[in-house]
C-alpha cells in the first residue's frame, strides 16, 4: 500500500499574475490520494489524505483504493476546469502573451465588472462617469476564429458551442461577427416588458441540443430572446481591450445591434430605469480607467467597470440544503445554507435562505438535479437581499433569484 502507483500520477501547470508557473502534482498509495504543489523553482508543499470506502452495500460501492483515484480524478478535472494544463510547453506559449482566436489558451479568461460595494464614492459621482443599462441574463461570449470557425463560450469559458447554436439568435448574431473577433454579449430573456433569468437558465443548464430546442420553443410562446452585446475584445484578429470603453462602444454599435446606449448624466436615468424595471447600470469612467484584458490563470479579474443595482443583489454560494418536512415543500429543498469567499479564501457563512422566487415547479426541478447529481455541492446562486450585517456577514431578507449555472463557485 506504500507503494506509488505511477500509472495513476499526473503533473499539472498553470501560469501564475507573476509570470512564474505553478505546478500540483497528484497520485495514489492505496487508499491515499497525495498532493504536492507549488512554484517552480520555489517551495512545495504537500499533502496526504487517506480515503473512505464510499456506498458500501450498494451497486455503486467503492473501496478506499478506488476512492481516492475517483478523487484525484474529480480534483484533475476541477484544476483543468479552472485553467492548469498538463504540458508545460503550453505553459510557455502562455507566458509568450501570443494569443490568437484559433487556439485560445485553456485558461484565457476575460475580466468582468467589479461589484458595487467595490466602487470610490470618487468614480460613483465623477462627473465623467457615464452608465450602461445592466441586462438581466447570461453572460456568452461569441467568437469567430481567425479561419472562420464560430464558437460560443460561457462566461467561464466553458465550450458551449453544441448546444447554443441551435437557437436561433445565437446563430444570427454569431454569422454577423467578422473572422478574428470575440463579443461578450448578455443573452436575455424578455417577458411582459421586463427580463426574466429563469428560462435563460433553462436553457444553458441543459446540454442536449433536443431538450434545450423544446424549452427554446416553450418559451418562446410568451416572450422573446434577445443578445446584447456589451463589449469587444478582439475584432479582425486585434485585441482592442486596451482602447477605452467608448472607442470600443462605437467599434460595437457599428458591427451589431441592440448594443446598449450610454448616458453621459446617469443619475438623471436612475428614476425611469427603476420605473422600467432595469436591474441596473454599468458604470465606467475613461479618465479612470476603463480598460478590459483577460487573465491566464483561469479566474476572471475585475476590469474598469463597476455594477450598479438598484436592489442589493450578489452572487453567493450554496454549501448545503434541508428538505421541507410540511405543505408543498415537503420532499423538496426549502433552505439553502449560503456562504461566500473571502480575499483571503476564508469562507463566511451568510446564513440561510428559502425557496425565495422559485416557484414549486422549479424547486421540484432543482431538487432533482441536486439527487440525481447533475448539480453538486457548493453551487452559485444570485440572491437578492435588503442588506448584509458588517459583522456576521449574514443577510436580511435574502430571497434566491436563480442557480447561476454559468458561474463557478470559486469566481
Request: charged share 30%; glycine share 8%.
Amino acid at each position: 500500500l506504500n507503494t506509488k502507483i505511477e500509472v495513476n500520477m499526473r503533473k499539472l501547470f498553470q501560469r501564475a499574475k507573476t509570470g512564474k508557473v505553478k505546478f500540483i502534482e497528484l497520485w495514489t498509495e492505496g487508499p491515499f490520494l497525495c498532493t504536492k504543489w507549488g512554484t517552480i523553482g520555489s517551495k512545495v508543499q504537500e499533502s496526504r489524505k487517506e480515503c473512505e470506502p464510499k456506498n458500501t452495500g450498494k451497486a455503486n460501492a467503492t473501496t478506499a483504493e478506488e476512492q481516492a483515484i475517483l478523487e484525484m480524478e474529480a480534483k484533475i478535472k476541477k484544476k483543468m476546469d479552472g485553467g492548469y494544463v498538463d504540458k508545460l510547453d503550453e505553459v510557455a506559449e502562455e507566458a509568450a502573451g501570443d494569443i490568437t482566436l484559433d487556439n485560445l489558451p485553456k485558461s484565457f479568461t476575460p475580466c468582468k465588472p467589479a461589484p458595487e460595494k467595490n466602487m470610490s464614492a470618487k468614480f460613483k459621482n465623477h462627473p465623467d462617469t457615464y452608465g450602461q443599462r445592466k441586462r438581466d441574463g447570461h453572460c456568452i461570449i461569441l467568437v469567430r476564429t481567425e479561419s472562420g470557425v464560430g464558437k460560443v463560450y460561457s462566461r467561464g469559458m466553458e465550450d458551449i458551442t453544441e448546444y447554443m447554436l441551435v437557437i436561433p439568435e445565437v446563430l444570427t448574431e454569431l454569422s454577423r461577427i467578422d473572422n478574428g473577433s470575440m463579443v461578450l454579449t448578455e443573452f436575455c430573456f424578455v417577458k411582459n416588458g421586463k427580463d426574466s433569468t429563469r428560462e435563460i437558465a433553462k436553457l444553458v443548464r441543459k446540454k442536449d441540443k433536443v431538450e434545450v430546442l423544446k424549452r427554446y420553443a416553450e418559451a418562446k410562446k410568451f416572450g422573446i430572446f434577445e443578445i446584447a452585446p456589451f463589449d469587444v475584445m478582439f475584432l479582425d484578429g486585434e485585441f482592442k481591450g486596451d482602447l477605452p470603453y467608448k472607442g470600443r462602444h462605437a467599434l460595437l454599435d457599428n458591427l451589431l445591434d441592440n448594443v446598449p446606449e450610454l448616458y453621459e448624466s446617469w443619475q438623471d436615468e436612475v428614476a425611469n430605469a427603476k420605473a422600467q424595471d432595469w436591474e441596473g447600470f454599468i458604470l465606467r469612467n475613461d479618465e479612470l480607467g476603463s480598460k478590459i484584458h483577460y487573465t491566464l490563470n483561469g479566474k476572471a479579474d475585475k476590469a474598469g467597470s463597476f455594477k450598479y443595482v438598484f436592489t442589493h443583489e450578489d452572487d453567493f454560494i450554496v454549501t448545503g440544503a434541508v428538505k421541507g418536512k410540511a405543505g408543498k415543500q415537503t420532499g423538496l429543498y426549502a433552505q439553502f445554507n449560503l456562504a461566500q469567499i473571502m480575499g483571503d479564501g476564508t469562507m463566511l457563512d451568510c446564513g440561510n435562505c428559502g425557496p425565495g422566487k422559485l416557484k414549486h415547479d422549479r424547486l421540484a426541478e432543482l431538487t432533482q438535479e441536486i439527487d440525481s447529481g447533475q448539480l453538486n455541492f457548493p453551487f452559485t446562486v444570485q440572491i437578492e437581499f435588503r442588506d448584509q450585517q458588517p459583522d456576521s456577514g449574514k443577510l436580511t431578507f435574502p430571497k434566491l433569484c436563480e442557480v447561476r449555472y454559468d458561474k463557478k463557485p470559486e469566481e
